[in-house]
């Protein structure tokens, strides 16, 4: 039973890093100048919603089982205050903190509508604090021997820091671009 809880807890970390990876690059190219409109942008954030409600619900399983299973211990406590593991305090802390931030963000999401724009997206840029953490418990709990499941979340990490950089640098080109029309307008 224990083996059975110890695999189970392995394979939902590895989907929840994936999902989160997943609607992290959905938010991230869906939000800035190049943004979908229309059609296309409902999907979009409909397959964001959904993703990380997929995301979450790997995400409860995976937690719950690391806490139940007894190879190593961890008490329920660990689930939301970081740095009480007695197995690998500072990683699993890292998870914990990943976690108190996806619930902020989480919650004030599904209270949007009764929380200011600017306060939403305040708590929503919480989201790139809390996803290299994520990616960094992941990949410093991974097992050793199993390279695939390591290869997994290092393969999040490319993919991640990809679309990051995408939207910086296409924000800055269209930036770069409207400065020189502007700059030609007037000159
Ligand atoms: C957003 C939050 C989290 C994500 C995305 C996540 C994801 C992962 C991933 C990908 C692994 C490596 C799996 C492998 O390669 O075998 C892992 C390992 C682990 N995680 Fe998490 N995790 C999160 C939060 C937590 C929390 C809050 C706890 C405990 C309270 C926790 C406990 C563990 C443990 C104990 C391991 C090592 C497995 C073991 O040795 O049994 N994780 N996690």
């Not at 959904?50 to 619900?57: A, F, N, R, Y």
């Amino acid at each position: 039973m224990n083996e059975a809880l110890w695999f189970l807890s392995r394979a939902t970390g590895i989907a929840s890093i994936a999902l989160l990876t997943a609607v992290v690059v959905l938010g991230v190219v869906t939000s800035g100048r190049r943004r979908p409109h229309g059609e296309s942008a409902t999907v979009v954030m409909a397959v964001h919603r959904w993703l990380s409600l997929g995301m979450l619900s790997f995400l409860t399983v995976h937690v719950a089982t690391a806490v139940v299973e007894t190879y190593v211990s961890i008490d329920w406590v660990s689930v939301l205050v970081p740095f009480t593991s007695g197995y690998e305090t500072f990683w699993v802390g890292l998870g914990t903190l990943a976690v108190d931030l996806l619930v902020a963000v989480s919650v004030t999401s599904w209270l949007r509508h009764r929380i200011s724009e600017r306060a939403w997206r305040a708590v929503h840029y919480a989201t790139y604090a809390l996803w290299p953490m994520a990616l960094v418990h992941g990949f410093v709990l991974g097992t050793a021997s199993q390279a695939g499941l390591r290869a997994v979340t290092a393969a999040c990490g490319v993919v991640g820091v990809g679309a990051v950089l995408w939207r910086l640098l296409s924000t800055h080109a269209d930036r770069t671009r409207r400065d020189a029309v502007l700059g030609g307008e007037w000159s």
